[in-house]
């Protein structure tokens, strides 16, 4: 009997991870427990784990990528006009020209709203750890677009095809915008919503791709993958910092409780 693969003892081990930390997920609202800085790591591992996993099946064939092929054909068979055309615009607003407009935009408007500029700042950080990483993964890998025949606009992709920029993109904006805002106010109400909503944005994206034929089903979901793994950062950088306030301000209130008061 031939060993179970790494990967596979790697997701399994994270599953029992991701059970023992749910079961914690109230120390969350506590600001000086470093609970939250271990669920950011775990969302690093999480997601680099699921991006190796994905390139095993893309190099070796086999797994998920057996199913890049069927879901393209079927979704190429099933396009219409009127959803390539919503589908298109989707796809547009979401890529490299007008998303860094849209996330510079709401960094300044954040900043200058609250007039606090840690999380803005983090936000920015996100998009470009994501992109950079996503360059050099789609360098690393060099994985071919899928056949001209099967996008919506012949030609008009040329970069390779692994992770799906549009989607790594959009996932890390929902994922650590969501995540900054609701960290603010922990609540599970709250935290579901953010979820779905986040779910849907992402799939959106990630449907479109595909819809127009410029990505193979396991390049939206690495793409994916690459954004849980930067939320993890996001999270780790946040929390200890805010693990670090706390203590600090815990302990400037101890040494004026001790202090005689003069007079």
Do not use: N
Not at 100 to 108: D, E, G, N, S, Y
């Amino acid at each position: 009997m031939s060993p179970e693969p790494w990967y596979r003892r790697a997701a399994a081990a994270t599953r029992r991870s991701s059970l023992a930390l749910w079961a914690r997920r109230g120390e969350v609202r506590d600001p000086t427990s470093g609970a939250a800085v271990v669920i950011g790591l775990l969302l690093v591992v999480v997601g680099v784990v699921g991006l190796l996993v994905v390139h095993d099946a893309v190099a070796e064939g086999d797994d998920l990528a057996e199913a890049d092929l069927p879901v393209l054909d079927w979704l190429v068979a099933a396009r219409g006009p009127a959803v390539t055309a919503f589908l298109t615009g989707v796809s547009a607003v979401t890529g490299p020209s007008v998303l860094p407009v849209v996330v510079v935009a709401a960094c300044l408007v954040w900043g200058l709203v609250t007039r606090s500029w840690w999380q803005p700042a983090l936000l920015a950080g996100a998009m470009v750890l994501s992109t950079l990483v996503s360059v050099a993964i789609k360098s690393a890998v060099g994985r071919p677009r899928p056949p001209l025949d099967t996008m919506s606009v012949p030609g008009s992709e040329s970069t390779y095809s692994f992770p799906s920029g549009h989607t790594v993109g959009t996932a890390t904006f929902l994922l650590t915008a969501g995540y900054l805002i609701w960290i603010r106010s922990p609540h599970v109400r709250s935290l579901v919503l953010w979820a779905l909503s986040t779910g849907l944005g992402i799939a959106l994206v990630a449907g479109s791709r595909l819809y127009l034929g410029y990505h193979f089903l396991t390049d939206v979901i690495a793409g994916f993958a690459l954004a849980v793994a930067v939320l993890g950062v996001v999270v780790v950088v946040d929390r200890r910092r805010a693990v670090r306030a706390a203590r600090m301000t815990a302990g400037a209130g101890g040494d004026d409780a001790g202090a005689t008061p003069a007079g």
